[in-house]
């Protein structure tokens, strides 16, 4: 087949709608080798051998560095299938910004590929095809998700005359909100500012993985956090806190590019209290990120008395702090010091001297000398019940205003 026949083969593959296998493997009956089609991570898109080859399809593969750092197109090299070392070819899919790779894979490390120039031209043809075919779904999905956005939107502010109408626009959706649902909150970080991330991206894959694992679930986003209801297995509802950090352990390798914060509300039986367990989910988050510095899953039902805090005036919040160990405060600004510091990680180890002295990178007898100066400034004992609960309450106040820096770090002293 000649170059011109080839153009029209994909033309039509892409009017009949054939996406990105049809045109891989318009590809490989071409060229006669194996193509394959990732996107950026390595994920497989597509991936087409001739009949006389055994190379067996793999969900990801390990993108070698000359790909990704690749100049001009195609690259060269070698690439790891299956244990086996091959030769590849490869062009990027995407001109402004890189969608996914196009890989032809010879047979060897010492491919016989004399003339490998002869499918250039049909490669590059097939991956212009595929950048309009990626693009095509991406719009797609942003269509299909801002939809979705649209639903939880009102399904979270009530915007339903009436639970029937719920029940029924839900199950134009795969839910069924008759059950009972859980309200989970996510807030997705990047790691690192060099780092490209795909909000849009995670939020299919967490779709994927939660239309998976619990089927009726929906994802939308709402501002910056992307907002999941799922309902609660029946036979799950006893321990449905465990239940639910299982769910997220199971998630959290699938958006690993990310720095992710999870904020849960409390069970309702009534699908009108979603939106107060959403607000709640959001609380969660707020106090997990300030209060309990190195925690990324937290249950607002666990959240205890800090939740009381939340909502309470600024100016309240900071005279109970004051009041209650201000004098450290003091000390440790007069005498660049670090008692607040001691105090948080001293209670937060269960008052373990040795688990906390780690946690400071101190000697327990270092540790000791503190917590006697801050028994000596506060004017109280810290075998004294009530003084450890107006405490520990003012240092998680502390962590809410800003006022206390919760780290490990070894020069503090």
């Known amino acids: 087949m000649n170059h011109a026949d080839f153009l029209r083969k994909i033309t039509g593959a892409q009017a009949n709608s054939s996406g990105i296998p049809g045109l891989s493997r318009l590809l490989m009956k071409e060229i006669n080798r194996p193509v394959i089609i990732t996107d950026v991570k390595g994920h497989v898109l597509s991936w087409h051998c001739p009949p006389s080859v055994a ?40 001109e402004v910004k890189i969608l996914g790779y196009l890989l032809v894979v010879g047979m060897s490390e010492e491919s016989a590929d004399d003339k490998p120039q002869t499918f250039y031209p049909f490669a590059e043809v097939a991956s ?35 639970i029937d109408e719920v029940i029924r626009s839900g199950k134009a959706w795969g839910c069924e909100f008759s059950e009972v649902h859980i309200v989970m909150v996510i807030e997705l970080l990047n790691k690192g500012k060099s780092l490209e991330t795909d909000r849009l991206d995670a939020s299919l894959r967490i779709e994927k993985f939660l239309a998976a694992e619990v089927p009726g679930s929906i994802v939308g986003e709402m501002a910056h956090f992307q907002v999941v209801i799922t309902p609660l297995p029946k036979e799950k509802a006893e321990d449905w806190h465990t239940y639910i950090r299982d769910l997220f352990a199971k998630l959290s390798p699938i958006i690993s590019e990310w720095n992710c914060v999870v904020g849960v509300g409390k069970l309702y039986e009534s699908v009108n209290m979603l939106y107060r367990s959403y607000q709640q989910a959001k609380v969660a988050i707020e ?29 309240d919040l900071d005279e109970f702090y004051r ?36 946690k400071l990178f101190i000697h327990t007898n270092t540790l000791r000398y503190r ?15 009530e003084t450890r609960f107006n405490i520990y309450a003012a240092l998680k106040i502390a962590a809410i205003l800003g006022k206390l820096e919760q780290n490990n770090n070894p020069e503090i002293k």
């Not at 793999?58 to 299938?81: M, V, W």
């Not at 106090?287 to 100016?315: H, M, T, W």
């Not at 801050?374 to 019940?385: F, M, P």
Request: glycine share 6%.
């Open 323 to 358: 009041e209650v160990i201000g004098p450290l405060e003091k000390f440790d600004r007069e005498s660049n010091g670090s008692l607040l510091v001691t105090l948080w990680h001293y209670l937060g180890s269960d008052r373990d001297l040795k688990r906390a002295s780690e």
């Open 287 to 315: 106090l997990c990120k300030l209060v309990q510095y190195d925690c990324s899953l937290a249950f607002f039902d666990e959240l205890g008395a800090v939740r009381l805090f939340y909502n309470q005036s600024e100016q």
């Open 371 to 385: 917590l006697k100066k801050i028994e000596e400034l506060l004017g109280a004992s810290l075998e004294h019940e």
């Open 55 to 94: 190379l067996f399809p793999e969900e990801r593969i390990t993108l070698p560095s000359t790909i990704r750092d690749q100049k001009e197109a195609p690259s060269t090299g070698i690439i790891g299938l299956k244990g086996r070392k091959l030769k590849y070819y490869c062009w990027a899919i995407g």
């Open 128 to 162: 212009l095809a595929m950048m309009v075919e990626i693009m095509h779904q991406r719009e797609m999905a942003e269509r299909e998700k801002n939809y979705r956005d649209e639903f939880v939107r009102d399904l979270i502010f009530n915007n339903f005359d009436g």
